[in-house]
């Protein structure tokens, strides 16, 4: 085999964000917007790139200079992912296509660097597991990044909706067959790694009172398991409101995102909350199915867009 197309879900965070850096848990849903990574070996020792998403059209260089020199930002997790995985003969060419926007922060420099670790995986015939996937594209991230808990690289890999614990210590599938959430677009697009370094800086000034936020944020991520588990949606919502009050206490909720929350909540939902970073990219929001169409209006009102998803899809896949 010489060519192979993979894909990989995008991913929203539903509970435990941020304490999630921290040695505490979270949980991610896989949703059914696609990165899709087409990988071919090729002769000559070249990498070639192609990521039109993130404005990167024929990027090529030398495979011994993989990692070197200037990267361009769309490049950089792709080409150190190859890096990583090793390649030994000849050269590759990469294309990179997704169904969502990377603004949306649906994780798509994760999910591109699951699909190239797979599709390297199943071209040089060595197959690797689940976990291995997970410990090359984890290491790719904080290669790439510094920080980061891999909660997004689970979700890429395993899909479904997942019980993760920092840096990919436990990664537990939630057995469920649905999860009916509304997602909102704020418009506001947000860099991880600095709203995580904000918070840190908290954390230096006001260690205990920090702390104990996370230790509360770890107690309701274990009662939203169970929730979850019981799709006890009302109560999975007022878990989203609690930790949508501690993300508050860490600065990071935000005036469109609390807009768009608030009118969600205003509306009828049984609850609502950031998901991610904070600041900007998107909010969850569950409902009483009589109430769903009133609670996208108000979230529409408030200045966000409703992405219509499904959540807790498959995980990364061979297409082709
Ligand atoms: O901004 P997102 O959607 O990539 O989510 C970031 C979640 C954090 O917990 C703040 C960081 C992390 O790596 O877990």
Redesign the pocket.
Known sequence: MKKITVSAPGKL?LFG??A??YGRPCIVTAVNQRMHATVELIDQPIFQLNAPDVQIKNYKKPMSDLGNGEIPKGAKFVEIAVGNFGVRKGGLSITTKSEFSSQF?F?SSSASTVCVIKALSELSGKKLSNRQIFDLSYKTILDVQGK??G??IAAAIYGGTLYFLTGGKVIKPLKITSLPIIVGYSGIKVD?ITI?NEVLKKAGKYPKVIDRVYNNIERLVEQAKKSILNKDWQSVGELMNFNEGLLAVLGVEGKKLADMIYAARDAGAYGAKLS??GMG?CMIALAPPSKVSSVKKAIEKAGGQVINIRANVEGVRIES
């Open positions: 965070m964000e941020h999630v850096v922060g994780g980061g808990s909660f997004d991880t995580v991610g970073a990219d």
